[in-house]
């Protein structure tokens, strides 16, 4: 009993987290850079699909480079990805909620590793965590049909 | 006979004994939940009116997305 208590509130405590900060991205108006940036990728379409065309990964970092010399495309960037890179250890971890990553914050680090992953890649050092957070997201799978109170049964991250 | 009606016994014991925790989590899990505000606030100022439209905060879609390509950069599977 004691440990079925333990173990809910445990996964109480995890999905909060994630709530949180489910709150702090809305708070901090991070749809809205997210917004942004989505708008400059889509204005190169033609470009990137030109790059897909040819495999040209080299050439679609270039674009992402290109879009990201706008000072606030750059600093929205910037904000989301640091925002990640405080989520992505939480769920590694188990301290967030893995599910509840997925249902709120799963989407937006998807669009943001698809047209800035290259980027967000080329700026990583070794050693570093920086930027790590939205690949982490990014990689989370639906959910789980597991016994939510034991984490460590559920999943994987990587 | 005697020994059947035990084994049921310990049985619906065990069973509620198992569920009263749960059924006192899920309750107080509900308790702590915050309850929506439904009354007006009258703080003598009115709110100034968002400038930002529904378009403009709902999310956008990438239209050529690269991680949805033949081949994905491989970035897509980074982890």
């Known amino acids: 009993m004691a440990l079925y208590g333990y173990l809910s509130a445990q996964q109480s405590s995890r999905v909060d987290r994630t709530f949180q900060f489910y709150k702090d991205f809305r708070a901090a108006d991070l749809q809205d850079d997210v917004n942004l940036l989505v708008e400059k990728f889509n204005a190169k379409a033609d470009e990137v699909s030109k790059f897909l065309a040819n495999n040209d990964e080299a050439g679609l970092t270039e674009l992402e480079k290109a879009l990201l010399q706008d000072a606030k495309a750059n600093a929205a960037l910037s904000r989301v990805v640091v925002f990640y890179d405080a989520v992505g250890p939480c769920v590694a971890h188990s301290l967030c909620d893995a599910d509840a990553t997925v249902a709120l914050l799963k989407f937006q680090a998807q669009q943001m590793v698809s047209a800035y992953g290259a980027y967000v890649v080329s700026q990583q050092q070794p050693q570093s965590p920086f930027g790590s957070g939205i690949f982490i997201v990014n990689g989370l799978t639906a959910p789980s049909k597991s016994w939510p109170w034991l984490p460590w049964s559920a999943r994987s991250t990587n | ?79």
């Open chain 2, 1 to 79: 006979m005697h020994s059947l009606g035990r084994c049921i016994l310990q049985l619906c014991v065990g069973a509620a004994l198992l569920a009263a925790p749960a059924l006192w989590a899920a309750q107080a899990h509900a308790q702590d939940a915050p309850k929506p505000n439904t009354t007006q606030q009258n703080s003598g100022t009115q709110q100034a009116p968002s400038t930002k439209s529904l378009s403009n905060t709902a999310p956008k879609a990438i239209l050529v997305d690269p991680c949805k390509a033949k081949n994905p950069p491989s970035y897509c599977g980074k982890h």
